[in-house]
């Protein structure tokens, strides 16, 4: 069974930055598109990037674009999203997410909050 686990999650000025780590197990990772999202309170949750296969397309939501960067290391079964000159409005529970022909996979969330 697969399994995702996030970290890198924490409390940061706005401003700042974060790197967040997305590991795999369980299934042969460099088969899946990889994407992460993220759930503030009282909103859906939302796509915020993806990433092929093989890392070479990227796609991020408008409010991502020329702050966050998506990557992967397919070596280390690794997702990363490297979030940068954070907002209060990026506050959330980020998620990633394996997407893959038969399966998909979610992993538990880590808590991003950006406050003075």
């Known amino acids: 069974q697969g399994q995702l686990v996030e970290s890198g999650g924490g409390l940061v000025q706005p401003g700042g930055s974060l790197r967040l780590s997305c590991a795999a197990s369980?299934?042969?990772?460099?088969?899946?598109?990889m994407t992460w999202y993220r759930q503030a309170p009282g909103k859906e949750r939302e796509l915020v990037a993806g990433?092929?296969?093989?890392?070479?397309?990227?796609n991020y939501q408008d409010s991502a674009k020329g702050r966050f960067i998506i990557s992967r290391d397919n070596t280390k079964n690794t997702v990363y999203l490297q979030m940068n000159s954070l907002k209060p409005e990026d506050t959330a529970v980020y998620y990633c997410?394996?997407?893959?022909?038969?399966?998909?996979?979610w992993g538990q969330g880590t808590q991003v909050t950006v406050s003075s």
């Open positions: 990433i092929a296969t093989n890392g070479g397309i990227t």
């Open positions: 997410k394996a997407v893959g022909t038969f399966a998909t996979y």
């Open positions: 369980g299934f042969t990772f460099s088969n899946y598109h």
